[in-house]
């Protein structure tokens, strides 16, 4: 188990209403500060803030593209919270697809 | 919800390999996707080894050589089903009375040349004896967990209101 941003800090940081929609919107597509902005109704800097916080639990990462900043998913954070969530079984099959396709592609 | 559905934990993924590969990775290489986390033995685990026929061993062999025995080979049809034997108690434990086993059935389904549905059903798990519930959110947890206990709480309301 990895101790990087904990599980508990995930659901911390989702605990907010205005922080989810912001992890929601930034989950439909990557987007940049001012366009999350725009869609929630608190101020660019209260986006910023939330985006930090997002982005220290391990859920959301950001890019520069240009002048702007974009936000997307960070996998591992998302994985992480998945496999807490799914128990045993659903993690090992999870494990389990990711070898017998790995593996295949080699083959060939 | 029925009784079945609250003594079984089911789960399933869709492989995008041939039905023969995704059988093979399941039964053979085992070991290459199990969490590490969750054996029995107090040394790492090097190896699991699945004794292709009914009534085969399913063992663990760890780094330092010793061996254990956790499962028994119930059903074994490539590349369509394989069921297996849990013959861990709730305490992650050996269980050494088969009568207080669960099974695990694992079914492969091709929907296509290169796709396979993998149905994986941990069942009988009330054959665990008391504290079966344990088994079932150690294996399943997660949303099933949570199912069951929603059940077991609103199983308890009904119980108190009754009384």
New interface residues.
């Given amino acids: 188990m990895t101790n990087s941003p904990s599980i508990g800090q995930a659901f911390t940081a989702l605990s907010d209403a205005t922080r989810r929609e912001v992890f929601e919107l930034v989950a439909e597509r990557p987007r940049a500060v001012g366009e999350l902005a725009a869609q929630v109704p608190v101020s660019r800097p209260a986006v910023s803030q939330h985006l930090r916080v997002l982005k220290e639990a391990g859920l959301v990462e950001d890019e520069a593209v240009g002048a702007r900043r974009i936000y997307k998913l960070h996998p591992e954070g998302i994985a992480e919270l998945r496999s807490y969530l799914d128990g045993f079984w659903s993690r090992s099959l999870r494990a389990f697809k990711a070898v017998a396709e790995a593996g295949d592609k080699e083959d060939r | 919800m029925n009784t079945d559905t609250m003594t079984a ?1 089911r ?8 039905i023969e ?2 059988f093979k ?2 039964t053979e ?1 085992m070991e ?4 590490p ?2 054996h029995l033995g107090d040394a790492p685990l090097a190896e699991m080894v699945v004794e292709r026929h009914v009534g085969g061993r399913i063992f663990d062999r760890h780094t330092d050589g010793s061996e254990c025995q956790w499962s028994r080979v119930l059903a074994y049809e490539p590349p369509t089903l394989f069921v297996f034997s849990w013959d861990i108690n709730t305490r992650w434990e050996l269980e050494t009375d088969l009568q207080k086993t669960s099974e695990v059935a694992v079914t492969f389904v091709a929907e296509g040349p290169d796709r396979t549905r ?1 149905v ?1 059903e ?1 069942r009988c798990l009330d054959r665990h004896g008391e504290g079966w519930e344990g088994m079932r ?9 949570l199912e069951g206990y929603t059940a077991a709480v609103e199983g308890r309301d009904r119980d108190s209101a009754a009384s």
């Fill in positions: 934990v789960t399933e993924t869709l492989v995008k390999v041939p590969r995704a990775v399941f290489e290459s996707w199990w969490d986390d969750h993998v994986l941990h959110d150690a294996v399943g947890q997660g949303w099933a967990g």
